[in-house]
Nanobody
């Protein structure tokens, strides 16, 4: 059983920045691949970023160059630094890990609006 807790969401103006955190209740060093997803109102959940145990990352085209995923195994936490935010980034953001089954956090709301 894995529990994931996201935090760091909020209201930000276009062009602003936020850093999301996802804390796991166990060691993430055994969690090879962790992911960030988002789901806007009335939209399907979409993959935003992937971070592997070695720190390598992949991003959706829509966030490349603006978002940066990272992880701190000592703190059992992954992060999503989001810069140059746009209104279309508004969504609930979730972290995810697959260990036999998918585990999800409760999500954190990000709203980009002037």
């Amino acid at each position: 059983q894995v529990q994931l807790v996201e935090s760091g969401g909020g209201l930000v103006q276009p062009g602003g920045s936020l850093r999301l955190s996802c804390a796991a209740d166990g060691s993430i060093s055994r969690m090879n691949i962790m992911r960030w997803y988002r789901q806007g109102t009335g939209k399907q959940r979409e993959l935003v970023a992937v971070i592997s145990s070695d720190g390598s990352t992949n991003y959706a085209d829509s966030v490349k160059g603006r978002f940066t995923a990272s992880r701190d195994n000592a703190l059992n936490t992954i992060y999503l630094q989001m810069n140059s935010l746009k209104p279309e980034d508004t969504a609930v953001y979730y972290c995810n890990v697959y260990i036999g089954r998918h585990y999800w956090g409760q999500g954190t709301q990000v709203t980009v609006s002037s």
